[in-house]
């Protein structure tokens, strides 16, 4: 299956990817992981992207377009993936369309993980995460085994420069402004299964299953 995640920051993507990665056996692509990591690395991209990630916006379509378009060429993404956090722009959404269909595939299915803003602040300010695999926690609803330590590594958890209640802010409006209309073109194509977000994990996680089942 070739999978889209789309839904606002702390709507629950990252933690829905494992399962659905491990149930389909699909290679997992996020786009927020991989910038992330090139920043840590201080690679030429990731020096290019810093600043505008640290503000909440979002960086250059050329950019993660060049990202997703290499990762997507390991042997393991051939049979399917999941896309978590891209597209997030309608350009994006149409450059993918092109990738995909030069390869002669396309996307299966589209969920949008539906959510009201006003729950996202304490996911949001409550998040920590395993860096060097994107696993996430969270203080409240999500809890490690020991505190501040990841339960399958036992390396150190962080929390995200950019997981604050006013830089969650530029990162909403930058989803209503440029990803709600991403939804609204898979919409047209037929694609898009809406799912009840605000749920807890688990009952997600049986949305999810039911929709792809
Ligand atoms: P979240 O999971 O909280 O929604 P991500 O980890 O996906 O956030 O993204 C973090 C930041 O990385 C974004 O605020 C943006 O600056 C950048 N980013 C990630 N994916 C994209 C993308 N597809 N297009 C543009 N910027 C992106
Ligand atoms: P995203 O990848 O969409 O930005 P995450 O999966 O990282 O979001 O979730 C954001 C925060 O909310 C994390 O701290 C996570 O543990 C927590 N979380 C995820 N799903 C739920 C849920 N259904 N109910 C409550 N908290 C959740
Ligand atoms: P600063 O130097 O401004 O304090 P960093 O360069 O340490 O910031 O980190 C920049 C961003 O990358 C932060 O959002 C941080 O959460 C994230 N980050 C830092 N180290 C890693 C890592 N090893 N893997 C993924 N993300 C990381």
């Given at each position: ?19 659905i990665k491990d149930e389909f056996c699909l290679c997992h692509l996020a786009t927020g992981d991989m910038l ?45 993936f999941i896309l978590d956090g891209f597209p997030r722009t309608v350009v994006q959404a149409q450059k993918l ?36 695999s994107g696993r996430s926690y969270h203080n409240k609803f999500n809890p490690p085994k020991v505190l501040g ?65």
């Amino acid at each position: 299956k070739r999978l889209i995640l789309i839904g606002p920051p702390g709507s629950g993507k990252g933690t829905q990817s494992p399962i659905i990665k491990d149930e389909f056996c699909l290679c997992h692509l996020a786009t927020g992981d991989m910038l992330r990591a090139a920043v840590a690395a201080k690679t030429p991209l990731g020096i290019k992207a810093k600043e505008t990630m640290d503000r909440g916006e979002l960086v250059s379509d050329d950019l993660v377009v060049g990202v997703i378009d290499e990762a997507m060429k390991k042997p393991s993404c051939q049979k399917g993936f999941i896309l978590d956090g891209f597209p997030r722009t309608v350009v994006q959404a149409q450059k993918l369309d092109e990738m995909l269909s030069k390869q002669g595939t396309k996307i299966d299915k589209v969920l949008n993980f539906a959510i009201d803003d006003v729950i996202l602040e304490e996911r949001i300010t409550g998040r920590w995460i395993h860096a060097a695999s994107g696993r996430s926690y969270h203080n409240k609803f999500n809890p490690p085994k020991v505190l501040g330590i990841d339960d399958v590594t036992g390396e150190p958890l962080m929390q995200r420069k950019d997981d604050t209640a006013e830089v969650l802010k530029s990162r909403l409006e930058a989803f209503h402004r440029q990803t709600e209309p991403v939804i609204e073109y898979y919409s047209k194509k037929g694609l898009v299964a809406n799912l009840h977000a605000e749920k807890p994990p688990k009952e997600v996680t049986a949305e999810v299953q039911k929709t792809l089942s």
